[in-house]
């Protein structure tokens, strides 16, 4: 019998907000495919596990997606974990999701932290519908497209963004959807967590006051007809 792929939700800042059958779960699998090791043996060292981790991330998917398949089909127990968050959210975990479907691979999800959904909710943005975007390109021509695309999208726009590109991609949103109420969180659960509620033209101010820290979520209006 194949292994199992436990898809594991891990926290977004502050480590308490891990549930009690994610702490079970990375205890009693073989082994820990992560993201990044360094980062998530801060997490494993914080809850006393000791398990067995190895890499899974964008420039090395593949090759390690075929060694994973391989355990699982060999029985072994393996969690999925990214450096924050709920795997398969704008990450590679995804690919290993499809590719353990496709080999008849049992998937158990392990629900938790998912950045998106605490920015949302805190955003005072309707939240009955949205689009989540992701991360925009790092092109300009390629981000003001996928931009331009939204500009008739009547639900809550979620995106991700980086802080040494956060900037541009405000000033592409004023540019290109206009001067929209939009909500601005960064460090979500951390001791520095943020939530800017302010028309677009006023976070580009406040962000060229203030330079921009930490990982970003933008909750923008929807247009309204």
């Not at 390629?142 to 809550?156: D, I, M, P, S």
């Amino acid at each position: 019998m194949p292994g199992t792929l436990y898809i594991v939700a891990t926290p977004i800042g502050n480590l308490k907000d891990i549930t009690l059958r994610a702490i079970e779960t990375l205890k009693e699998v073989d082994l820990i495919a992560c993201e990044d090791t360094r980062h998530t043996k801060k997490l494993l060292s914080h809850y006393s596990i000791e398990k067995p981790t190895t890499s899974y991330f964008e420039h090395n998917q593949v090759k390690k997606g075929e060694y994973l398949v391989r355990l699982l089909k060999e029985g072994k127990n393996i969690a999925l974990v990214s450096d924050s968050g709920t795997p398969g959210i704008s990450d590679p975990g995804y690919k290993i999701i499809r590719l353990a479907i496709d080999n008849d691979i049992p998937i158990i999800v392990i629900p938790g932290p998912c950045a998106l959904v605490v920015a949302l909710v805190s955003s005072g943005m309707p939240t009955d519908s949205f689009v989540f975007q992701g991360f925009l390109s790092n092109k300009k021509a390629r981000r003001r497209k996928q931009l331009g695309a939204l500009k008739n999208e009547a639900r809550t726009i979620i995106l991700y963004e980086s802080p040494h590109r956060v900037l541009k991609c405000l000033e592409d949103i004023l540019d290109i959807l206009g001067d929209r109420e939009i909500a601005i969180a960064r460090e979500l659960t951390k001791v520095f967590e943020e939530t800017l509620r302010l028309k677009t033209s006023s976070t580009i101010q406040h962000f060229t006051k203030n330079p921009p820290r930490g990982e970003f979520v933008l909750i923008i209006k929807g247009k309204i007809s």
